[in-house]
Each structure stands twice: as structure tokens, then as C-alpha cells.
């Protein structure tokens, strides 16, 4: 056990000296004197294209070899781990971690499940020398076919002709290499095969790039269209077998889900930091100061949101490692929950900045450019409502959320829960696919409801009312579903089975706050900020249910200015930033 832990506490520290090497590097948003400063980051964002100055900084980081496993020379051994690392991106500039990181990872997670050894090892050398790559996943099967968004690739000889158009890709320009899922008919009525090909300028004949589309958020990405008209294939291009597409998007989604919603975090945490830094500027006569009730309540808020929504995407991300089944789950509830929390987290804050809130320069432009870039994170093929359907498949398949799953052990609940955990298992893409038939999430809040029911401490009575409260909303939960899992076969499902699915997201995010403070150390494992996490959250589901205890929000204020007076980030790792 000794060695286990070493070996864990070794690999911990490894991970932070690698961010903290990276966040030196990039250096003080705030230090006008610094070439990756906000100033720099905005005035790329106002030209639309990404700040250079970071892209050559991120090439001689070698951030590619974060997307490349161990076994082919590269730094991926665990999705929680790759989170925290583009954290330090996205803090800067969302567009910069889409656009130069995470779009290339989601491209490369289907070759390192399905490709060939030659396959795998020529995108690890691909993307260790700094080229990148993107991803066309496949739309919704028809009845969304209004912008022809769908390719086809019919057999011609050894071959494929490639024909149909991809209206929005990111970097599609820019990449040396590129997946798309393509309708294949002779392989069944719906089939999808998956395809690794050259990026646009070298695919050769009957590649057309579509004029570039303007978006309101990530303004930094190039976004353009892709039209094929009889692009050829050769047969080594296919990526897996002929109609494997779709099973192969279906092992990939739990993994592109959790973990790039989980580095979209750092955007808030700039977002946050923003109005700390607005708020401690003004005299304390100030609405927007911090003698103001509102204020200190809206940042306090922030906060607490921020790390819901880290147990949220830490329970996720290891899920992938941990329950593989259970993943699909728990990372569509993360690519649904997430985007909205956090989009409302920012409206709230921008009423502390009020006019700032909209300035494009200065100290506080940074604000409206998260304002805009975080909402971009709920789209996709896999997004917002491709999620909720996917949660709302589970409520179906496993009505009684929990019951008759296993306890999670001590061992597997610190792997699951803690942020310092041990060491994971690698992935298995084989088990992702499958349906979960149970929810050991859920299945594990009666003993942290017990645990909170025993805590002591200050915040201990208002720990134990919300733990009550959130298992009251699940036994509701489970009632409702086992009449929806009840209804005459062929009868079509109604607007309220989508409601369920919001309140099992939020309940799912309270198991998640439970289990870190149960397995959490230092101020995770204080009643303080778990009280308050699910106030807010049991608040969403029911007003009226229970209060956010006063002298709690002073509690975490003192954290909040403690993390911004040391330049430390606002998830559950505090890790120190810009330095």
C-alpha cells in the first residue's frame, strides 16, 4: 500500500510541476509588460485569428504530446490530468485551447481507440511534431438534414468516392489531418464508416474549402466548411471497419464530453477573477464593492458554482478510467449541466461589473470575451441536446438510480472522488459503448448522506439539512422515473421525461460534491463549502428546500480574495497561476 501511495504522490507531483512550468510560462495575464497578457489575448481576438506569440509558446511546451498516450511518446495516461492541463489555455483564451488543442484531441481520441498500430503511430509522430488535426463526428441520423450536413461515401473499385459538405469545422484549413464519419449505404440504410485522411491542402482533387463563418464567441478559431464531390478514398484510408462509425463516435463522446467541458473551466476562472479584481477596485461606498451584500453573495456564488461543476467533471473524467459503462452518463450530464451553470454564472457576475461587463480592452475585457466564448462549449454533435437524450436513456434503462448498485468501496470511491487521487487504470474504448446497469454515483449518496448527517463542525447542522434535502429529491426522482419506465409500450415520451433529466443532472452533481468532501482534504473536506455547494444546487431544484447559512458566505469569501490575493485558480486544486 506504502509503494501505491508513493507512486501516486510521485505522479501528483509530476502533473503540477508540468502546469506549473506551463503557467510560468504564459506568464501574468495581468502584467502589461508580458507578450501573453490580456491586452495581447484581446487585441487577437478583436483580428479574429489566434495570438501567435501563444501558439509558438505552446509548440515549444510540446502541449500536442498531451493528447498522445504514454506508449507512443507522448504524456496521456489519465483524462482528469489532460483537463487540468488545458485549464491553464483556456484561462488565457478559449479559442487558443480550442483551436490548438482540443480540437486536434478530439480528431486523435478516435485513432488512439480504433486505428490501426501504423494508424496510431503515425498520428503520435504527427502531432509530437506539432501538426494538428480535426474531426467531422457524425450528425444526427435524418429529420437534420436541412443544411445537407452529412457525407456519403459509396464503394467505386478498392475504393470510396467521398461526396457531401461539413458547413462548420474548426481549423479545417490548418490541419494535416482529418476524421470524418461518412453515410456508407452499401454497409446498411444508416451506417457511418470512419475515415482518416490527409488535412484539405494535401487530400488532393474533390476537396473544397467553403468560405470562413463568423461566430460570435472563440472568435480567435477559424471555422470554415469542407465540401467533397467525389473525393477519392483509398481502401487503408478507413479508420476500423466499414460501418463501424457509429459505434466508434459512441466510444469516443464519453471521453470528448468530460474532458473538454472539464477544460472549459478555465474560462470562468478568468471570468471570476475578472469581477474580484472590478469589485476590489471600488471604494466601499461602491454597489460594486465588497461591503456590498450583493456583491459578496454573487462571487461567493461564482465560486461555489465553479466547483460544483469541478466534482461534476472530476467525477466524469475518472468515470472514463473507472466505470466505463457509466461514463456515457455521467458525461453527457456534464456537457449538459455544465455550460448552463456556467453560463449563468457569468450573468450574474456581469450585474457586479454592470457597464465593465461590456468593454473589449482594458482590465476588465476580458470578461465579455468569457461572456462570449463560454457558451460555444454546449455545442457540437454531441452536445446540449444530443446529452439530455442520452441522460434521458438511462432514467429509462435503470429507473431506479442506484438502489441495486454496489456501494463503491474505500478504495474505489478515493479514485473516484479524490482530486489527489491514486493512480487509474487505462481506458478501455471496447467498454464504452455499453449500457450501464446500474448508477453507482447515486448508488453511493446514502452513506455520504449518512456521513454528512454525523459531520461536526460549524457548518455541520447545514451540511446534514442539504444532504436530507438532496436525498428527498432523489427518492422523488426515482418515483417519477419508475412511471415513466412503466408507460404503455409505443407510447411517445412527454416534454417531462427531459425535465427528469435536468433534475438527475443536478442530483447527480450533489452525489459528486458529497463524494469529494468525503474523500477531500484541506478545504475540501470542511462542511463549509460542501453546505453551500448543495444549497445552490438543491435551490435549483426546489426554492423553497433549504437556506444558504449566512456566515457561509463570509467563509468562502475569505477564500475567494485568499485564492485571487495569491494568484491561485478557483477549482478544486487552488493551483497556483501566472507565475
Known amino acids: 500500500m506504502t509503494t501505491v501511495v508513493n507512486r501516486a504522490e510521485a505522479a501528483e507531483r509530476a502533473v503540477q510541476e508540468r502546469i506549473a512550468r506551463l503557467e510560468h510560462q504564459l506568464g501574468d495575464l495581468d502584467d502589461p509588460g508580458n507578450p501573453l497578457g490580456a491586452d495581447h489575448f484581446l487585441a487577437a481576438d ?25 506508449e507512443l511518446g507522448g504524456r496521456l495516461d489519465r483524462l482528469d490530468v489532460l483537463a487540468r492541463v488545458l485549464r491553464a489555455v483556456f484561462r488565457r483564451d478559449a479559442a487558443l485551447g480550442l483551436g490548438y488543442g482540443m480540437t486536434s484531441y478530439l480528431a486523435a481520441v478516435t485513432v488512439w481507440a480504433d486505428g490501426t498500430g501504423q494508424q496510431r503511430r503515425q498520428t503520435a509522430e504527427l502531432l509530437l511534431s ?11 441520423v435524418p429529420g437534420n438534414d436541412f443544411l445537407h450536413n452529412r457525407l456519403t461515401a459509396r464503394r467505386d473499385g478498392g475504393g470510396y468516392l467521398l461526396y457531401g459538405r461539413k458547413e462548420a469545422l474548426n481549423n479545417a484549413v490548418r490541419v494535416d489531418s482529418l476524421v470524418v464519419f461518412a453515410h456508407t449505404p452499401e454497409a446498411g440504410e444508416d451506417a457511418q464508416t470512419a475515415f482518416l485522411l490527409p488535412g484539405p491542402a494535401a487530400a488532393g482533387p474533390g476537396v473544397t474549402l467553403l468560405p470562413r463563418r463568423r461566430t460570435s464567441g472563440i472568435r480567435g478559431c477559424v471555422v470554415q466548411g469542407l465540401e467533397f464531390t467525389g473525393h477519392r478514398l483509398d481502401a487503408d484510408r478507413l479508420l476500423g471497419p466499414e460501418g463501424g462509425g457509429g459505434p466508434i463516435a459512441e466510444r469516443a463522446f464519453p471521453i470528448t464530453r468530460a474532458t473538454g467541458t472539464s477544460m472549459a473551466l ?25 461591503s456590498s451584500a450583493r456583491t459578496r453573495s454573487a462571487l461567493v456564488d461564482a465560486f461555489t458554482d465553479l466547483l460544483v461543476c469541478d466534482c461534476l467533471a472530476l467525477v466524469a473524467t475518472r468515470a472514463v478510467h473507472l466505470l466505463p459503462r457509466e461514463s456515457r452518463t455521467l458525461s453527457a450530464v456534464v456537457k449538459y449541466l455544465l455550460p448552463t451553470i456556467l453560463t449563468e454564472m457569468v ?16 482590465s476588465y475585457g476580458l470578461f ?3 461572456a462570449r466564448d463560454l457558451p460555444m462549449i454546449g455545442l457540437g454533435s454531441a452536445g446540449t441536446a444530443a446529452s439530455r437524450s442520452a441522460i434521458v436513456e438511462h432514467l429509462l434503462r435503470v429507473p431506479e438510480l442506484g438502489e441495486s448498485a454496489q456501494a463503491l468501496d474505500a478504495g474505489s470511491g478515493a479514485r473516484l472522488f479524490d482530486p489527489h487521487g491514486p493512480d487509474l487504470p487505462p481506458v478501455r474504448p471496447e467498454q464504452l459503448a455499453l449500457a450501464a446497469d446500474g448508477d453507482p454515483l447515486l448508488g453511493s449518496l446514502p452513506e455520504t448522506v449518512r456521513l454528512a448527517r454525523a459531520a461536526s463542525g460549524e457548518f455541520a447542522g447545514a451540511l446534514g439539512t442539504a444532504a436530507d434535502a438532496l436525498a428527498t429529491e432523489l427518492r422523488l426522482l426515482r418515483e417519477d422515473c419508475a412511471r415513466l419506465a412503466a408507460r404503455p409500450a409505443g407510447r411517445a415520451l412527454s416534454p417531462r421525461a427531459y425535465a427528469l433529466a435536468d433534475r438527475y443532472a443536478l442530483i447527480a452533481a450533489g452525489a459528486a460534491c458529497l463524494g469529494v468532501w468525503r474523500h477531500g482534504s484541506g478545504l475540501l473536506a470542511e462542511p463549509a463549502w ?6 445552490r444546487i438543491v435551490g435549483r431544484l426546489d426554492r423553497t428546500a ?22 491561485r485558480s478557483y477549482d478544486l486544486y487552488a493551483t497556483p497561476i501566472g507565475r
Open 347 to 362: 450573468y450574474d457576475l456581469s450585474i457586479v461589473l454592470g457597464s465593465e461587463a461590456y468593454a473589449t480592452t482594458g
Open 546 to 567: 433549504v437556506h444558504t447559512p449566512e456566515s457561509g458566505t463570509e467563509h468562502l469569501l475569505t477564500e475567494v480574495l485568499d485564492r485571487f490575493d495569491d494568484a
Open 266 to 290: 478555465g474560462c470562468a476562472d478568468t471570468a471570476l477573477r475578472t469581477t474580484v479584481a472590478f469589485a476590489r477596485a471600488h471604494r466601499s461606498r461602491s454597489r460594486a464593492s465588497l
Open 368 to 370: 465579455q470575451k468569457a
Open 46 to 70: 478583436g483580428r479574429q485569428r489566434l495570438l501567435p506569440a501563444a501558439e509558438r509558446l505552446l509548440d515549444e511546451f510540446g502541449l500536442n504530446a498531451e493528447f498522445v498516450p504514454g
Open 530 to 535: 460542501a453546505a453551500m455547494a448543495l444549497a
Open 130 to 140: 506539432g501538426g494538428r488535426m480535426a474531426c467531422a463526428y457524425p450528425e444526427p
